[in-house]
């Protein structure tokens, strides 16, 4: 099993293919095989780069606090390593705001950027504001601890308007991952805040399902909004995990995008 050391965890990761770097960075309490239909059509033109989040899958854990920037700071020591430099970094829910961090803080080693289904902060709108008054931090953390895993992992998707199939995928993949990863998994996205994305310059696509949840339309308004010369796409037939549930139109898309930037 191919490992890395990233800061002070080991990190499991998988390259296929040859060419310019393609790097998919998964959702929480995922893994790196939500990304096999990219994989499998991306690997044959491009060096594809997937891999485990510390605490997730085959990479370790460890007793530090986590945060999005402590996930692109593992990202960045990791393709430090392999030699991998002007990646595309692509990101998924948690996985586009990891992306978001990197891009802010390690853009000189970064190509383009699509960020998926994903937010730019915790509490962007007044809809975001009011949910988290009514479930703050330490009443999520308090379910987590309290409610068996099955039951905090079924009320973790009720609300997500997505294919039962994908539902079920995540459900287990989620149920995977020990209890002390996920509540400090749940520290990194909840106190997740707008970062200075005017700052970034390089080619970005923003993609979201067009099942999303609404709260989540505008959190990309606000990523082209902010990112000058984004591309905002919708996906159809798709919601939160469009990549796995419109994989054909999402690789599309993405090497519609890729073919834009001349590669």
Known sequence: MPVVGTN??????????????????????????MWNPQVSYFS??????????????GSGGSEREYSCMLFADDL??????????????????????????YAVKYQSNLSGLILADTAVATALTLSDK???????????????????????????FKHFDMKEDVRDYLIQEQLRMDQKEFLKLMDAILDFKLLDLGSIEVPTLIILGENERKAVFPHADKMQELIKGSKKVIIPDAGHASNLENPEEFN????????????
């Open 8 to 33: 002070d965890v080991e990190t499991y990761y998988k390259i296929e293919g040859e060419g310019q770097p393609l790097v998919f960075i998964h959702g929480a309490a995922a893994s790196h095989d």
């Open 44 to 57: 044959s033109r491009y060096k594809v780069l997937t891999y485990d989040l510390r605490g997730h899958g």
């Open 76 to 101: 960045n020591e990791m393709l430090t390593v392999l030699g991998i430099t002007r990646p595309i970094v692509c990101g998924l829910s948690l996985g586009g705001m990891i992306a978001q961090e």
């Open 130 to 156: 009011m949910l988290k008054m009514m479930f703050p931090k330490m009443m999520i953390k308090w379910l987590i601890r309290r409610w068996s895993p099955e039951k905090y992992a079924e009320w973790s």
């Open 252 to 263: 599309r898309v993405l090497d519609e995008f890729l073919t834009d930037m001349g590669l």
